[in-house]
T-cell receptor, first 112, second 112 residues
Framework: DAGVIQSPRHEVTEMGQEVTLRCKPI?????LFWYRQTMMRGLELLIY????????DSGMPEDRFSAKMPNASFSTLKIQPSEPRDSAVYFC??????????FGQGTRLTVV | GESVGLHLPTLSVQEGDNSIINCAYS??????FIWYKQESGKGPQFIID?????DKRQGQRVTVLLNKTVKHLSLQIAATQPGDSAVYFC???????????FGKGTHLIIQP
């Protein structure tokens, strides 16, 4: 398996634009997580899905953030409109039940 | 909620020595713990995990110790090598797959 695949690896966008981050979890995993990493706040859990259903989105910072998981092999995290303070590395991770979560390589987002 | 913290942001050790990285968690209901290693530009990589029904688990050159009484977790790396240089995160989870809460990370620096 290729592991968790995220795209794009890097994204630079202007403030106010819509940004969509994509994730393909490991086949067979039933939980998917979106994390955000910054120097100030470390790794923060934004939202997680279990069997494609959002379970807890309490970590989503604002209504500008939304996430979907239309099927077991794909998830998106959307920011609309984007702001400079959204600049961070966004990680997607997947797991099978309560076992180790495997992380993707991340998307480095820069909002100017 | 859960909070997870590491005692030292940076740890410097001599190559060949043993390294010990410590972590504290707040939620006594946490029952699953993981150590991750993150190298520059990459996503966190699983090292070792431990469940709350154990107090010690060993892997290849790594040992995790769990003290539930004081809510403390440690990672021991034997015979530290240059390739061990990275940021190490501890993470805790309560109940089934509800998302890991991460500590801020300890940067392990290997001195030649």
């Amino acid at each position: 398996d290729a592991g968790v695949i995220q795209s794009p690896r890097h994204e630079v966008t202007e403030m106010g634009q819509e940004v969509t981050l994509r994730c393909k979890p490991i086949s067979g995993h039933n939980s998917l997580f979106w994390y955000r990493q910054t120097m100030m706040r470390g790794l923060e859990l934004l939202i997680y899905f279990n069997n494609n259903v959002p379970i807890d989105d309490s970590g989503m910072p604002e209504d500008r953030f939304s996430a979907k998981m239309p099927n077991a092999s794909f998830s998106t995290l959307k920011i609309q409109p984007s702001e400079p303070r959204d600049s961070a590395v966004y990680f997607c991770a997947s797991s099978l039940g309560q076992n180790e979560a495997f992380f993707g390589q991340g998307t480095r987002l820069t909002v100017v | 909620g859960e909070s997870v913290g590491l005692h030292l942001p940076t740890l410097s050790v001599q190559e060949g020595d043993n390294s010990i990285i410590n972590c504290a968690y707040s939620n006594s209901a946490s029952d699953y713990f993981i150590w991750y290693k993150q190298e520059s530009g990459k996503g966190p990589q699983f090292i070792i995990d431990i469940r709350s029904n154990m107090d010690k688990r060993q892997g290849q050159r790594v040992t995790v110790l769990l003290n539930k009484t004081v809510k403390h977790l440690s990672l021991q790396i034997a015979a530290t090598q240059p390739g061990d240089s990275a940021v190490y995160f501890c993470a805790a989870e309560r109940g089934g797959a509800d998302g890991l809460t991460f500590g801020k990370g300890t940067h392990l620096i290997i001195q030649p």
